[in-house]
């Protein structure tokens, strides 16, 4: 078997100019990170998503620095190639670049991943300098930001303001942002994003042209309701379907007495 060499920052950024597509997935805890990192995928993001996820809330609102870095710390110590990247949760770095900073800072000393991911372009550009001068590598995320839901009035809304996005992308590009994560627009728009930017792209329901994609794992792995079923999703299998019956039949097989039969009990 060939021996894969670890993702890093600079691996991820130099795909780009080479056509390598990048694989990025969401993890929260360390068994599923070891799997999803034993499969092959080039990044794990431990998303913000963990708020509606894992903790099954209505948005990514409520997460926060402590909830993000005990999962991220689990991930990281899972993972050994993939680039492990972490979400700076919502109002742990709106507030000034200090803080950013510090939450950063935080999350990097205390997961062991790699890299933070925050939202925002053009608005958050000093944020964004202000910790890649400090050398922590920061992913940007534009198009659809899920932490602003209040002002958006929902999450499924298309993005389709090329000039809003396309100045959040190169702000966040001149500021120092080594990736981009470009969630929910049209594709000719994430098209001419990845066109105009020299960091990689990776996309969420923003069409084919990124540099790469990411999904959340709980979707693609059809562990999330099946009505949740955006247009952009592709389930890969049906866990749910799968681990409801299996639970199912170790229940019945309880009640029934089937279990544990003789193969499975001690002399
Ligand atoms: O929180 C998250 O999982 C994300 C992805 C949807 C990109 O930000």
């Known amino acids: 078997m060939a021996t894969q060499r670890r993702m890093t920052v600079p691996r991820f950024v130099a795909a780009k100019g080479s056509g390598q597509k990048l694989s990025m997935v969401t993890a929260y805890d360390y068994s599923w990170a070891q799997i999803l990192d034993e499969a092959g995928v080039d990044s794990i993001l431990v998303g913000d998503s963990l708020g509606m996820v894992v903790q099954g809330k209505a948005s990514t609102v409520p997460v926060t620095l402590d909830e993000i870095i005990y999962?991220?710390?689990?991930?990281?110590?899972?993972?050994?190639?993939?680039?492990?990247?972490?979400?700076?949760?919502?109002?742990?770095?709106?507030?000034?670049?200090?803080?950013?900073?510090?939450?950063?800072?935080?999350?990097?000393?205390?997961?062991?991943?790699?890299?933070?991911?925050?939202?925002?372009?053009?608005?958050?550009?000093?944020?964004?300098?202000?910790?890649?001068?400090?050398?922590?590598?920061?992913?940007?995320?534009?198009?659809?930001?899920?932490?602003?839901?209040?002002?958006?009035?929902?999450?499924?809304?298309?993005?389709?303001?090329i000039d809003r996005i396309l100045a959040d992308a190169k702000a966040a590009e001149a500021a120092g942002a080594f990736a981009l994560c470009i969630e929910l627009?049209?594709?000719?728009?994430?098209?001419?994003?990845?066109?105009?930017?020299?960091?990689?792209?990776?996309?969420?329901?923003?069409?084919?042209?990124?540099?790469?994609?990411?999904?959340?794992?709980?979707?693609?792995?059809?562990?999330?309701?099946?009505?949740?079923?955006?247009?952009?999703?592709?389930?890969?299998?049906?866990?749910?379907?799968?681990?409801?019956?299996?639970?199912?039949?170790y229940a019945e097989e309880v009640r029934t007495g089937q279990f544990p039969d003789a193969e499975h009990s001690h002399e």
């Open 185 to 249: 627009v049209p594709r000719q728009i994430a098209a001419e994003v990845t066109a105009a930017v020299s960091i990689p792209t990776i996309g969420i329901g923003a069409g084919p042209d990124c540099d790469g994609q990411v999904l959340v794992t709980h979707d693609l792995l059809g562990i999330s309701p099946p009505s949740f079923a955006p247009k952009f999703l592709k389930r890969y299998a049906d866990l749910r379907c799968i681990a409801t019956e299996a639970v199912r039949t």
């Open 71 to 161: 999962h991220g710390e689990m991930v990281a110590r899972a993972v050994t190639q993939a680039l492990v990247i972490v979400d700076l949760p919502f109002m742990t770095y709106q507030v000034s670049p200090q803080q950013a900073l510090e939450s950063a800072g935080r999350i990097i000393k205390e997961t062991g991943a790699q890299a933070v991911k925050l939202e925002g372009g053009e608005k958050q550009a000093a944020t964004i300098r202000a910790i890649a001068e400090a050398d922590i590598p920061v992913m940007a995320h534009v198009g659809m930001q899920p932490q602003s839901i209040s002002k958006l009035g929902g999450h499924g809304r298309i993005q389709r303001d």
